[in-house]
């Protein structure tokens, strides 16, 4: 049975730092962390390939985020530093059902339930 499990959101003023975490229960050849801001399409934030560790980031949040993998605890973090009022969205944990690397939403079958960031100025 797939499982993500996100947590760790919340809210927090600009400048400030979150941590957020995905509990996964299979394992995947890449994921990521997405976002969706009301009104607005679901963008991809950070991905990684989990053997080997490489990877990707949008330009949005370069220098800022930091997305990373415990293997022995199956979780997925995204360590998210200054943060900007317009970071705020609900920030979704996903996983690919294949063997590809890249940031297109449609690319990634099991998602997580989401959890909000709310940054506030």
């Known amino acids: 049975q797939v499982q993500l499990v996100e947590s760790g959101g919340g809210e927090v003023q600009a400048g400030g730092s979150l941590r957020l975490s995905c509990e996964y229960s299979?394992?995947?050849?890449?994921m990521g962390w997405f976002r969706q801001a009301p009104g607005k399409e679901r963008e991809g934030v950070a991905i990684i390939r989990t053997r080997g560790g490489t990877t990707y980031y949008a330009d949005s949040v370069k220098g800022r985020f930091t997305i990373s993998l415990d293997n022995a605890k199956n979780t997925l973090y995204l360590q998210m530093n200054s943060l900007k009022p317009e970071d705020t969205a609900m920030y979704y944990c996903?996983?690919?059902?294949?063997?590809?690397?890249?940031?297109?939403?449609?690319?990634?079958?099991?998602w997580g339930q989401g959890t909000q960031v709310t940054v506030s100025s």
């Open positions: 996903a996983a690919t059902g294949g063997f590809w690397f890249n940031m297109a939403p449609v690319d990634f079958a099991y």
């Open positions: 299979n394992s995947y050849y890449c």
